[in-house]
């Protein structure tokens, strides 16, 4: 083959030559032929103007493979990464864009927004790494010092880890991150068997991971188990202090174990064992205190066993150990095991209330603290149903026109009804409360002409995506009639339509009714009787100056009279939302001067 050039030469070469030069391109040496200039440009044109997703993907494999052995810097890659990939662009483009986003990270390059759009792109598979990128950079950011904060930090990567693995099927990587941020809050709860069976969930995924994985990461998440497993073997060691009966060595076993932590190693890339040293971290800022809480008393038999130790190791881990009792002999009993427990038990009440509560009770008032268990377990099943109490306003006031209008209609139907129903509010709640950035299409006045609907419906279908059913969304999936529904969700057989348009005049329920409301009563006629219907409300209003209504005006459960009269056993009905677009923000309706 000759080897290419420019661009220019790449460009004549068939598809397979082109395929087998990048294919080779470590193999045969082919980059000792370029200047770091030329290679430069030669690579940036590849990836800015091959169409074959699989060669645009081979140049970024490239190019990061050349950061690594220093024959392109950083900021270069960084700056393809950024801007040269269009945020459309083939979804196996944007899965290596977020991967070597991630791994070439900085966070002054402005990496964060891209893995912020690209967490609500409209591929599943996308959005999905974008979220799970996005848990390990939370994760690494966690500080090293035991903050306070921990159960927070461990809590939203959680969140996004969980997010990443119900979006798609198989994402056992995620899964495996989630359920070990999950254990690790167990182990700051104390309970033993509630971690116990947290430990046995990350091993069940790990072995999962070890099918389902190309070698990929896999190494990695084996020595993060091994963690896990010396983690409790520690901390079961410690809850049996009472029973020790030889002091030291007991306390050597407990070392061993410690350093057999510490020395967990992973044969991979920096940021594998990046994360790892993040991991054992946080373990060891968990476990630490344990030391504190279950040697108390023993503080004595410590400073005895210092005396005579000659190991200069673990003398140095006996000290530690006798400092931290030291410390913590006259602090407050730490409220950080029940308020882990708590959060972890009742995950829709807000960390924040359960640490303001917790920090009313006194040690010794276990009624007070039976009362407020009992309290969070009636409130969490019905705490927040959109995470808004706008929303949930709302939400209470369809659901009851819903009860009302179909009395009898089967109550597991509803409650899957009620997810989507609640997905939906809390998407208008957000686009009308966070920053435009987010929703800048609701914001765009070029997209009130044109065939715009589309852009739309993928606002909706990305935000739809992320929620905790997000895996049961589907986009232009289902059938209708002679029509196409364009998003649906779907339950073990339950679908429910989600109907999108678009208007520039100001719409009145008349005008819904008559307008619109037909065609998103057909939709659901075959199936499940309820649908929603949403009308993105794009007038100038730039004019005018007048305000957006109240929120709670938005929304209204409308229904049609059906053309043949049967009875009606089965009727349809529609949750019908204005939804404001073209908007413009709060400052620039102010006139004063």
């Not at 068939?14 to 290679?39: C, H, I, M, R």
């Not at 989630?178 to 104390?190: E, M, N, P, W």
Request: overall charge negative; some cysteine.
């Amino acid at each position: 083959m000759n080897i290419p050039k420019q661009y220019q030469d790449f460009d004549n070469l068939s598809e397979a030559e082109k395929s087998d030069f990048l294919d080779s391109f470590f193999d045969e040496g082919y980059f000792q032929n370029y200047t770091p200039p030329v290679l430069k440009i030669l690579l940036q044109s590849i990836i800015v103007q091959e169409t074959n997703a699989y060669i645009r993907q081979c140049a970024l494999e490239i190019c990061s493979s050349l950061v690594l052995i220093s024959k392109l810097s950083r900021q270069t890659l960084l700056g393809i990464l950024l801007e040269d990939i269009e945020d459309d662009a083939d979804p196996f483009v944007q899965i290596s864009r977020l991967r070597l986003l991630f791994l070439h990270y900085d966070a002054s390059a402005n990496a964060d927004q891209v893995f912020e759009q690209l967490s609500r792109h409209l591929n599943a598979d996308v959005s999905s790494e974008a979220l799970y990128r996005k848990g390990l950079l939370a994760f690494l950011a966690i500080p090293q010092n035991g903050s306070s904060g921990l159960i927070a930090d461990l809590q939203s990567c959680h969140s996004l880890f969980s997010e990443s693995s119900s979006i798609v099927e198989n994402r056992v990587d995620a899964a495996y991150f989630a359920a070990t941020c999950d254990f690790i809050l167990g182990l700051i709860s104390g309970k033993q068997e509630e971690y116990q069976n947290l430990l046995a969930e990350c091993l069940v995924l790990l072995w999962r991971l070890e099918i389902f994985s190309n070698g990929e990461n896999l190494s990695l998440s084996q020595h993060l188990g091994q963690v896990l497993s010396l983690s409790v073997d520690i901390i079961k060691k410690l809850d049996e202090e009472s029973k020790w009966w030889n002091y030291d060595a007991e306390l050597k076993e407990v070392f061993a174990l410690h350093q057999d932590l510490i020395n967990v190693q992973v044969n991979g890339s920096l940021i594998d064992q990046t994360i790892l040293q993040q991991f054992k971290q946080v373990t060891s800022s968990v476990i630490s205190p344990l030391y504190s809480s279950n040697l108390i008393a023993s503080s004595g038999r410590l400073g005895v066993l210092i005396e005579k130790e000659v190991d200069p190791e673990y003398q140095r881990f006996l000290k530690e150990i006798q400092d931290s009792l030291n410390q913590n002999i006259h602090k407050k009993k730490d409220n950080v095991q029940i308020i882990a427990f708590l959060a972890r038990r009742y995950k829709n009440i807000p960390l924040q209330q359960i640490e303001a509560d917790i920090s009313l009770i006194s040690d010794d008032d276990p009624l007070a603290l039976a009362g407020l268990i009992s309290a969070y377990a009636a409130k969490d099943a019905t705490y927040s149903m959109t995470g808004f109490p706008q929303g949930d306003e709302v939400f209470a006031m369809l659901r009851k026109a819903i009860e009302n209008f179909i009395p009898q209609y089967p109550v597991e139907k509803l409650n899957s009804f009620s997810i989507v129903l609640s997905n939906v509010i809390a998407y208008v709640v957000r686009s009308m409360q966070e920053k435009k950035e987010f929703f800048p299409e609701l914001y765009n006045p070029k997209l009130a002409t044109g065939k715009t609907e589309h852009i739309f419906q993928e606002s909706l279908f990305r935000n739809l995506r992320q929620s905790g059913a997000g895996f049961r969304y589907l986009y232009e999936a289902n059938q209708s009639g002679a029509g196409r529904v364009d998003v649906t969700y779907n339950d073990n057989g339950l679908v429910f339509p989600v109907e999108v348009k678009k208007t520039k005049t100001k719409p009145t329920w008349q005008d819904i009714q008559a307008d619109y409301l037909a065609q998103a009563q057909t939709y659901t006629n075959s199936y499940d009787q309820l649908g929603i219907f949403m009308v993105f409300e794009l007038s100038d209003k730039t004019g005018n100056n007048t305000p957006i209504n109240d929120i709670r005006e938005l929304f209204q459960f409308q229904h049609l009279k059906t053309h043949y009269s049967l009875g009606g056993n089965y009727p349809d009905g529609i949750v019908s939302i204005i939804v404001p677009a073209n908007k413009v923000s709060p400052s620039s309706m102010s006139t004063y001067k």
